[in-house]
């Protein structure tokens, strides 16, 4: 048998349901078709208490089919009220996770915009490829297989590694923001030079690049000789990004880095894609001069590899591609190995 029946919830002023000061009527509908007898049409309502004729608050039930039984009606109270608790439950939960949601977004985004603003109190264009190359140094130390290394902060006990020399100054220029932000809230090594890399590109007029907070440090130094060798050729290159986790296409995007600093890539304090541009003209080839001097090995070594030329000569032509494929690239590098807070 065919039937339709439904639930009136009227909410009046001051009930434990309502929270305003008007009175709502909701209505809810069982399914149509249904193989037990019709249900009664009920009505809900949730009164004001009165102090003076009253001691308790009261849920009337009214079941306005007269010639249902007391049954019927007991019945359909007990229906009724597991239905307001199956609804409403949900929806509780609903809002409480979405104000915790929006609470958490909204404390991540204040402690993130803190660091930027203290990193760039200390920050210079001239001291930009130092801090970049603190990224590349703490996070460069991955190896996916031994799930070891990673963006955890543990350079700062490797300052005295002979592969890291000149970074203790870099790091001292972010110790004192770092200094400033833990007086608000306590931020991670691993965090802090993240996004110093990423303002230092960004400063020098490269992409704008956001990376999530909640790295935890290392409590101590990554094992040594797993950063790749500045002597490698292109295949020995491409094997050590691969253990990290990262293509080919991301080793060229990241090696345009290179363009910020002294290696002799078009302009030290400003960030593009001079460095694709030199790396096709190929200077060092040329006899003697400063020329001879650009770029380390590892520079040269990707422009005798094909399939690396074809990134080269991909980012030469296209600067927006290679901001994009940099900044993906810069994301993924420092989240490599990360240990993350629970939330």
Not at 15 to 24: D, Q, R, V
Not at 155 to 162: G, K, N, Q
Request: net charge neutral; aromatic share 8%.
């Amino acid at each position: 048998m065919s039937m339709s029946s439904s639930i009136l919830f009227n909410c009046k002023p001051g009930s434990l349901l309502c929270s305003s000061t008007s009175s709502f009527l909701f209505k809810f509908k069982f399914p149509a078709s249904s193989q037990c007898s019709p249900l009664p049409t009920v009505e809900f309502h949730a009164t004001t208490p009165r102090a003076s004729t009253h001691t308790h608050n009261h849920i009337s039930i009214e079941n306005e089919s007269s010639s249902e039984s007391a049954a019927s009606t007991s019945t359909s109270r007990r229906r009724a009220l597991v239905f307001v608790a199956a609804t409403t439950t949900p929806l509780l939960l609903l809002f409480n996770h979405e104000a915790f949601a929006v609470g958490l977004a909204t404390t991540t985004s204040e402690n993130y915009l803190l660091i930027k603003e203290e990193v760039r109190k200390v920050l210079s264009k001239a001291k930009a490829a130092g801090v970049l190359r603190l990224v590349f140094h703490d996070a460069g130390t991955f190896d996916m297989d031994e799930n070891s290394g990673g963006m955890n902060g543990s350079i700062v006990y490797e300052l005295d590694r002979p592969e890291n020399a000149g970074l203790k100054k870099p790091m001292k220029i972010l110790e004192k923001a770092k200094t400033e932000v833990d007086a608000v809230k306590p931020v991670s090594w691993a965090d802090m030079i993240a996004v110093a890399g990423a303002e230092a590109v960004s400063l020098c007029g490269g992409p704008t690049i956001r990376v999530p907070l909640g790295r935890l440090d290392s409590m101590e130094p990554d094992p040594e000789g797993k950063l790749p060798q500045e002597s490698l050729d292109a295949p020995g290159l491409k094997q050590s990004f691969q253990r990290k986790g990262l293509s080919t296409q991301e080793l060229v995007a990241l090696s345009g880095a290179h363009t910020l600093g002294s290696k002799g890539f078009g302009n030290p304090t400003v960030f593009d894609n001079s460095y694709f541009k030199i790396l096709l003209q190929k200077p060092w080839t040329s006899s003697g001069g400063m020329a001879s001097m650009i770029g380390l090995p590892s520079d040269r070594a990707l422009t005798d590899d094909n399939e690396c030329l074809r990134w080269i000569t991909k980012y030469a032509e296209n600067q927006s591609m290679f901001f994009e494929d940099f900044k993906n690239a810069y994301t993924k590098l420092v989240n490599s190995g990360a240990k993350w807070k629970s939330m």
